[in-house]
């Protein structure tokens, strides 16, 4: 049973990856830009959704979209609400639904992200990772601790790095004054999306978003989802919590993974693993790997 289930992960983490790269090629809606506060807007369609904050001299963006094409798209959309020129992105993971857009924004740029996105982002490039963006737009702003707080075109903002949660290198914004969280993938609606082939965990994500949830924040912009209010992640969260405990409980009483997916209702079939592995999927392979 045991090799069996290394064998399902190991074919399951290959396809989630080239999922995630098909997932990136797949055309998404139109971008579309909506008013959130008086110089914050949040841009869906076109990949994961962006943050447009808009400071004294200039904007900031949060995710740049998934292919070039829709991350110029994006920048035609800023044009609309300031003459003022793009001077930073934040990054909040490596998921190419967030990064390749960059390939559509202007050059020179300050380029922010932690340092296992930009580990991450750059193994993609050493792979020839299709529609990667080009090295000129690789993070050239590291971020290395927990928190660091900054101030850029006038905005105060702290970037927040728990753990490893979604992927390796997550990064939220938090803007204290405007109190708006960008969390990229880190929360949607439902169970937390865990990437093990970027070495992602359970454990971290529920450190990670137990910090965001203890924010004095009332809008969470979400990577694929609509933006949330405090209470609504806190929701997630615990529900996150408590189905991970089970897990646990149920991975000590030596229950194999088609068993605990039979008890939460799972379906349990033979075959090619699904595209992108559910939580408790992954959650047992967490607990369970050597």
């Known amino acids: 049973m045991r ?5 399902f992960f190991t074919a399951a983490a290959a396809l989630a990856f080239f999922s995630t790269l098909a997932f990136a090629q797949a055309p998404f809606p139109e971008v579309t830009v ?34 070039a094409p829709d991350g110029k798209k994006l920048v035609d959309e800023i044009g ?10 934040i990054l909040t993971h490596s998921d190419p639904d967030h990064t390749r857009g960059l390939g559509g924004f202007p050059k020179g740029l300050t380029i922010i992200a932690h ?6 982002i750059e193994q993609e490039l050493a792979n020839g990772g299709a529609q990667a963006a080009p090295k000129e737009y690789l993070p050239n702003k590291i971020v290395t601790q927990e928190r660091e707080s900054m101030t850029i075109e006038g905005i105060k903002m702290t970037l927040i790095h728990i753990a490893p ?50 924010l004095d924040a009332d809008s969470y912009v979400r990577g694929h989802a609509d933006v949330a209010n405090r209470e609504q992640v806190r929701r997630v969260l615990a529900n996150a919590i408590a189905k991970r405990a089970r897990i646990v409980d149920l991975v000590k009483q030596g229950k194999s993974l088609d068993d605990i997916k039979q008890t939460f209702g799972e379906p349990v079939k033979a075959g090619p693993p699904s595209r992108f592995p559910s939580f408790v999927e992954t959650t047992y392979e967490e607990l369970t790997k050597k």
């Open 3 to 7: 090799n069996r289930t290394i064998g």
């Open 165 to 214: 949660a979604h992927t390796t290198g997550d990064l939220a914004v938090y803007l204290p004054d405007e109190k708006v969280v960008a969390s990229g993938d880190l929360i949607g609606d439902g169970d937390p999306g865990i990437h093990l082939f970027k070495n992602g965990s359970s454990e971290g994500w529920i450190k990670f978003v137990t910090v965001l949830a203890d």
């Open 80 to 89: 609309k609400l300031t003459n003022k020129p793009i001077t930073t992105v």
């Open 34 to 67: 909506k008013k959130l506060k008086d110089n914050i807007y949040v841009a869906d369609g076109g990949g994961g959704t962006s943050t447009i904050i808009i400071g004294q001299n200039g904007v900031i963006v949060v995710d740049a979209k998934n292919r």
């Open 115 to 120: 340092e296992n996105d930009k580990k991450e």
